[in-house]
Each structure stands twice: as structure tokens, then as C-alpha cells.
């Protein structure tokens, strides 16, 4: 089982909808990350959360340190929300990163 | 402003060859991490080092790979004796802090023939 589970794996909705993707974790952390990576490849960060809930936008990022959970939030989303969403944690105690296999998002026009 | 910088953006070696991939990170920026992203897998953590130091390798495979960052210039991974296993993008992110915001480079694709 991986330490960093993501889902769905993939989403397709349609212009408009509200989006929720999750990311669920099982070892101890100091920081979660929510990235963007857009099919070029470039990779952008969108959140960095320890608690509570952060918006930018039409994104918000919440976590629930008890429950070990993440969700990211797209509100009246667009084609151009149209990307990989990658949740990454820092492992506590240490430097590293551990990330998720990202959640593939289209949205249709 | 600039953003973290990488260079080259592809990279195509031969097996046997050395690549060596260039990162600048931001501006004010002393923490730098590489990762690696292998063709339809997430990122794996390789290295985070500060200026002149290697803080965590772990994600470094034992031989043929490292890293430095050196107290002049650019942060470099180094692949010696290139292997097709080793084609990937390679991403290079920089911070401010320890627990800060990551800011990542655009990557460097290495094809190995």
C-alpha cells in the first residue's frame, strides 16, 4: 500500500462542475502539498498546508491532521483546470517528500 | 523575478555517457530538492541538499548518481554511465525555508539511446 493514496486516479467533468479530489496518507507529516502539473510537464504548487483550510481562487485545500486526509476543491471549474493534481507530503522527522500518483483531471467544454 | 531554472530542457545521451543536469533555484532561495519522474509514474524524492551540503540522499540510487550544490552557482545532478532505466524527467525545486512553499523547475527530459 502506498503512503500516499489519491483519488479518483482519473476525472472527467464537465465545464461547471465542482470538483473534489482526495489524498489520504499513513505516516506522520509536517506539510502537505497540492501540485499541478499541466501536460508539458512543468509542475506548479498550488498549496502547502499543515492545518485547516486555504483558498486561492476558485481552489481550496483542506486538511484533517486527526484523520490523516486532504481534499482539493475546484469551484465552477474550466477546461484550463485541465491537468494532473499531485498530493506530496513531508515526511515528519525528516526532508523527504513522498508523493502520490496524482489525479489525471479533464474538464470538458 | 526568476524562477527555478533548469537546464538543459532535453538531454539525449548514449549508454556509457555522463549527464549532467543544471538547476538555479530562486533567488534567496538555499534549500534545493531533485526528483525524479519516471515515464507514467509519480515523483520520487531523490536529494535535498543546502548550499555545500547533501542534507538527505536516501533517494539516491547508490552508484552512478549525485548531487552537489555547490556555494557558487547552480545545484548539478550528475548520472554517470547512463542506462536506458535511467530516461526520465528530472525535476529540480527550490525553497526558502525548510518547511516553505516548493518552487519547481520546468525539468530536464533525459532520453538515453
Known amino acids: 500500500k502506498n503512503e500516499v493514496e489519491q483519488s479518483p486516479q482519473n476525472l472527467t467533468a464537465q465545464e461547471g462542475e465542482f470538483i473534489t479530489i482526495n489524498c489520504s496518507y499513513s505516516v506522520g507529516i509536517s506539510a502537505l502539498h497540492w501540485l499541478q502539473q499541466h501536460p508539458g510537464g512543468g509542475i506548479v504548487s498550488l498549496f502547502m498546508l499543515s492545518s485547516g483550510k486555504k483558498k486561492h481562487g476558485r481552489l481550496i485545500a483542506t486538511i484533517n491532521i486527526q484523520e490523516k486526509h486532504s481534499s482539493l476543491h475546484i469551484t465552477a471549474s474550466h477546461p484550463r483546470d485541465s491537468a494532473v493534481y499531485i498530493c506530496?507530503?513531508?515526511?515528519?522527522?525528516?526532508?523527504?517528500?513522498?508523493f502520490g500518483t496524482g489525479t489525471r483531471l479533464k474538464v470538458l467544454a | 523575478n526568476a524562477g527555478v531554472m533548469q537546464n538543459p530542457r532535453h538531454l539525449v545521451r548514449r549508454r556509457g555517457q555522463e549527464a549532467r543536469l543544471r538547476c538555479s533555484p530562486m533567488k534567496g532561495h538555499s534549500h534545493v530538492y531533485w526528483y525524479r519522474q519516471l515515464p507514467e509514474e509519480g515523483l520520487k524524492f531523490m536529494v535535498y541538499?543546502?548550499?555545500?551540503?547533501?542534507?538527505?540522499e536516501s533517494g539516491m540510487p547508490k552508484e552512478r548518481f549525485s548531487a552537489e550544490f555547490p556555494k557558487e552557482g547552480p545545484s548539478i545532478l550528475r548520472i554517470q554511465q547512463v542506462v536506458r532505466g535511467d530516461s526520465a524527467a528530472y525535476f529540480c525545486?527550490?525553497?526558502?525555508?525548510?518547511?516553505?512553499?516548493?518552487?519547481f523547475g520546468s525539468g530536464t527530459q533525459l532520453s538515453v539511446l
Open positions: 525545486a527550490s525553497s526558502a525555508w525548510e518547511n516553505e512553499k516548493l518552487f
Open positions: 541538499l543546502q548550499k555545500e551540503n547533501i542534507i538527505d
Open positions: 506530496a507530503v513531508r515526511n515528519s522527522g525528516t526532508y523527504k517528500y513522498i
